[in-house]
């Protein structure tokens, strides 16, 4: 079975400084995918930044950045000069490739969320 | 490009109807997701359609069914309506093919609040 884990249920942090979000997961297949996902007021879910497991390399996209500890399951997000519209619940998202046919395996697990607000 | 489309926004129902929810995705996706959002149980799975077909199954009981048209335009229905069925329903579509929804990012809707009283 597949978990995500996140085990800060709320942060704060002020205007244009960085903060970490935690998340840790839990699968057995070796391909897999990583998410953070935004859900801001509006509720719309925004993707935020993917990474394959495979590539060692840690995902980047502008302000946002991940920490991938593959060995220890762990991907945290870091957000950089954080700004007011960064304020909205994070959610971390696992997918799992398993053997083809089987199915059930492909779902995409989401954590419970961590609910950031940004103050000016 | 039009973005994945929910409607109802709102809906408000009562123990035991039941309510069909419309989901029309982004235009050239032809996977579309659905996840009930609950504060007690966050994002949970429910179905996934791939041309017409259900490719994948959450854990929730026969009441909640779900289909897509050859358009990929996809509907959920659930049956019996509890009070425990309260949530947003989100659905999203991706470009997914092959076997599954694999690395492909999801596109959001913005979901529809079913409250049942």
């Known amino acids: 079975a597949q978990t995500v884990t996140q085990s800060q249920p709320e942060m704060s942090v002020q205007e244009a400084e960085t903060v970490t979000l935690s998340c840790t997961y839990d699968t057995s297949e070796n391909n897999y995918y990583l998410f953070w996902y935004k859900q801001p007021p509006s509720r719309q879910m925004i993707l935020v930044i993917r990474?394959?497991?495979?590539?060692?390399q840690n995902a980047t996209e502008n302000r946002f950045s991940v920490n991938f500890q593959k060995a220890a399951k762990s991907f945290s997000l870091k957000i950089s000069d954080s700004q007011l519209g960064d304020t909205a619940m994070y959610f971390c998202a696992l997918i799992s490739l398993g053997s083809p046919g089987e199915g059930g395996s492909e779902k995409l697990v989401f954590g419970k969320g961590t609910k950031l607000t940004v103050n000016p | 490009k039009a973005g994945v489309t929910q409607t109802p926004r709102y809906l408000i129902k009562t123990r035991g109807q039941q309510v069909t929810l419309s989901c029309s995705p982004i235009s050239g996706h032809r996977s579309v997701s659905w996840y009930q959002q609950t504060p007690g149980q966050g994002l949970q799975f429910l179905f996934e359609?791939?041309?017409?077909?259900?490719?994948n199954k959450g854990n929730f009981p026969g009441r909640f069914s779900g289909r897509q048209f050859s358009n990929s335009r996809s509907e959920m229905n659930v049956s019996t309506l509890e009070l425990g069925d309260s949530a947003l329903y989100l659905c999203?579509?991706?470009?997914?093919?092959?076997?599954?929804?694999?690395?492909?990012?999801?596109?959001f809707g913005n979901g529809t609040r079913l409250t049942v009283t």
């Open positions: 999203a579509s991706s470009l997914a093919k092959g076997e599954g929804i694999g690395g492909s990012p999801l596109h």
């Open positions: 990474q394959e497991a495979y590539k060692q």
């Open positions: 359609y791939f041309s017409e077909t259900q490719r």
